[in-house]
């Protein structure tokens, strides 16, 4: 059973950091490419950042570009996304999702495995 289990979240004020992981188990994970998403109330679920399952390739939305970073330890079947520079804006629950395709891209259609998700709230 694939379970994916995100951490992190939380209350922030606009300007401060938070980092989420997303611990998996139940997969090859190294063979996955990883994504987090994110729903803010009333609007779609929409694309953060992905990393495909090498590390090699990394995607990020251009809103988030610059402040946010991900990265994933293969040992650890975990993969974090560090979140600096946090706007009101940015509140919402972030998903993590896996990738069977192991590219990590922006399209959710090729997410196959997501978390129950995290809430990240940022004050301004």
């Known amino acids: 059973q694939v379970q994916l289990v995100e951490s992190g979240g939380g209350l922030v004020q606009a300007g401060g950091s938070l980092r989420l992981s997303c611990a998996a188990s139940?997969?090859?994970?190294?063979?996955?490419?990883m994504g987090w998403f994110r729903q803010a109330p009333g609007k779609e679920r929409e694309f953060v950042v992905g990393?495909?399952?090498?590390?090699?390739?990394?995607y990020y939305a251009d809103s988030v570009k610059g402040r946010f970073t991900i990265s994933r330890d293969n040992a650890k079947n975990t993969v974090y996304v560090q979140m600096n520079s946090l706007k009101p804006e940015d509140t919402g629950v972030y998903y993590c999702?896996?990738?069977?395709?192991?590219?990590?891209?922006?399209?959710?259609?090729?997410?196959?495995?997501w978390g129950q998700g995290t809430q990240v709230t940022v004050s301004s």
């Open positions: 999702a896996a990738d069977h395709l192991g590219y990590g891209t922006t399209s959710s259609g090729t997410y196959n495995f």
């Open positions: 139940g997969l090859t994970f190294s063979q996955y490419g």
């Open positions: 990393i495909s399952w090498t590390g090699g390739n990394i």
